[in-house]
């Protein structure tokens, strides 16, 4: 069996970007995933969730638990700008040309990014 350790931080991230874009304090959150608030405190502390926590949050937020685990985090700057792409173009608040000026704009920061950190540009 190897190890795959969870990535809190992010999982945390998608929790509350999902409370935010559905206008929720954590206490409702906590209400309408069936867990207890001391659980959200834990996670966004870094500590890792228990089993059933986690499946509920994930169920709650429709995550799925293996983007935040090992070597599904890391990822190639191809299938990072690929996702974010697809992403982008997906939201269905976004208009087709908006969604375009915004991949312009990640690509090249991302892109400077990597050249002021010594990085191969993709």
Same mark, same amino acid.
């Given at each position: 069996?190897? #190890?795959?350790?969870? #990535?809190?931080?992010?999982?945390?991230? %998608?929790?509350?970007?999902?409370?935010?874009?559905?206008? *929720?304090?954590?206490?409702?959150?906590?209400?309408?995933? &069936?867990? !207890? %608030? !001391?659980?959200?405190?834990?996670? &966004?502390?870094? /500590?890792?969730? @228990?089993? @059933? &926590?986690? =499946? %509920? *949050?994930?169920?709650?937020?429709?995550? @799925?638990? #293996?983007?935040?685990?090992?070597?599904?985090? $890391?990822?190639?700057? =191809? #299938?990072?700008?690929? +996702?974010?792409? %697809? *992403?982008?173009?997906?939201? !269905?608040?976004? /208009?087709?040309?908006?969604?375009? *000026?915004? +991949?312009?704009?990640?690509?090249?920061?991302?892109?400077?990014? $990597? /050249?002021?950190?010594? =990085?191969?540009?993709?």
């Amino acid at each position: 069996m190897s #190890n795959r350790p969870f #990535n809190v931080q992010m999982f945390f991230f %998608a929790l509350d970007e999902i409370r935010i874009n559905r206008k *929720l304090s954590w206490k409702e959150v906590a209400s309408e995933a &069936g867990v !207890s %608030a !001391s659980t959200l405190t834990r996670i &966004g502390q870094g /500590k890792r969730p @228990d089993v @059933d &926590g986690l =499946a %509920a *949050l994930a169920q709650w937020g429709s995550l @799925d638990v #293996n983007k935040f685990t090992g070597t599904s985090i $890391r990822r190639t700057p =191809a #299938n990072t700008m690929t +996702e974010i792409s %697809a *992403l982008l173009r997906a939201d !269905s608040r976004l /208009k087709d040309r908006d969604a375009e *000026l915004l +991949e312009a704009m990640i690509k090249s920061a991302y892109q400077t990014m $990597r /050249k002021r950190d010594g =990085a191969e540009e993709t």
